[in-house]
């Protein structure tokens, strides 16, 4: 647990809080690149199980299924490690 300044009125508050005890304000509104990569991330890997799903209904794995798997899989995890990590550059950002 750390202390971040309030959005609203500046004051300390608990990080692990969502809304400011002194002014009421909401506090981790996630920014719009943050609500991109979670999004993006999530239609990446929701396309990739999708691919997998049919690999596995269709009775094995070949390239026709692999080829568009891996890449979608790992475009999806990059874009929730870059949603993580900006979530936690906020945080820490307000100091
Ligand atoms: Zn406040």
Do not use: H
């Not at 750390?2 to 969502?18: F, M, P, Q």
């Not at 299924?65 to 979530?87: D, H, R, T, W």
């Amino acid at each position: 647990m750390a202390l971040v300044s309030c959005r609203e009125c500046g004051k300390k508050i608990s990080d692990s809080t969502n809304t400011c005890p002194q002014c009421g304000a909401k506090q981790r509104v996630l920014s719009k690149s943050q609500v991109a990569y979670l999004a993006w991330g999530i239609v990446f890997i929701v396309f990739a199980s999708f691919f997998n799903y049919v690999g596995i209904v269709e009775g094995g794995y070949d390239a026709s299924v692999l080829a568009p798997m891996i890449p979608l899989y790992v475009i999806g995890i990059v874009l929730l490690i870059l949603f993580n990590n900006s979530k936690k550059k906020s945080a820490t950002k307000v100091n």
